[in-house]
T-cell receptor, first 112, second 113 residues
Framework: QQQVKQSPQSLIVQKGGISIINCAYENTAFDYFPWYQQFPGKGPALLIAIRPDVSEKKEGRFTISFNKSAKQFSLHIMDSQPGDSATYFCAASWSGTYKYIFGTGTRLKVLA | GAVVSQHPSRVICKSGTSVKIECRSLDFQATTMFWYRQFPKQSLMLMATSNEGSKATYEQGVEKDKFLINHASLTLSTLTVTSAHPEDSSFYIC?????????FGPGTRLLVL
């Protein structure tokens, strides 16, 4: 119940295309869902986050879509660029502990 | 804002020695910090939760006597890997909590020879 399942494991997208990464969870107590971007040899950087009372949040080229009934959320990267090539992690947490449960990660490669 | 630093960024040590890694929140105070370990091409594995002024809470399977954590102030947490062995070689990352969000440091690459 504590798992966050992330797919796909890897993704190749053409420059200008849309990258879509999906995550699913079981624990309905989760109330905060952030996405992180990590480049090789660096720490994760917060991209965007959402709470269950919102179905969609957009920041620049990054959009989170949230489906509370399906217990799923996804990251959409519009107009993907080679500089977006990185590993992306979704996570979930709940107010009680603020500990994160991370997804397994998606390695995105954007072709020039 | 919300910048977290780690020092050192890379460290090489001999087997049996101890290594200390510092994690600092530069522009905010963090009651809670977290320490993670990451193996190549894998997700982040939470090792422990560090709370200022109290003992750290370790995840199941993490040896608290081997990975000593001290959260001495609202801006500094340290992780000491005691009697390091080659299997402790890894990428160690800390995060500091601000409201509901964790902000991560740049990581420390530890290589034990």
């Amino acid at each position: 119940q504590q798992q966050v399942k992330q797919s796909p494991q890897s993704l190749i997208v053409q420059k200008g295309g849309i990258s879509i990464i999906n995550c699913a969870y079981e624990n309905t107590a989760f109330d905060y869902f952030p996405w992180y971007q990590q480049f090789p040899g660096k720490g994760p950087a917060l991209l965007i986050a959402i709470r269950p009372d919102v179905s969609e949040k957009k920041e620049g080229r990054f959009t989170i879509s949230f489906n509370k009934s399906a217990k799923q959320f996804s990251l959409h990267i519009m107009d993907s660029q080679p500089g977006d090539s990185a590993t992306y992690f979704c996570a979930a947490s709940w107010s009680g502990t603020y500990k994160y449960i991370f997804g397994t990660g998606t390695r995105l490669k954007v072709l020039a | 804002g919300a910048v977290v630093s780690q020092h050192p960024s890379r460290v090489i040590c001999k087997s049996g020695t101890s290594v200390k890694i510092e994690c600092r929140s530069l522009d905010f105070q963090a009651t809670t910090m977290f320490w993670y370990r990451q193996f190549p091409k894998q997700s982040l594995m939470l090792m422990a939760t560090s709370n200022e002024g109290s003992k750290a809470t370790y995840e199941q399977g993490v040896e608290k006597d081997k990975f000593l954590i001290n959260h001495a102030s609202l801006t500094l947490s340290t992780l000491t890997v005691t009697s390091a062995h080659p299997e402790d070689s890894s990428f160690y990352i800390c995060s500091a909590q601000l409201e509901t969000t964790q902000y991560f440091g740049p990581g420390t690459r530890l290589l034990v020879l």
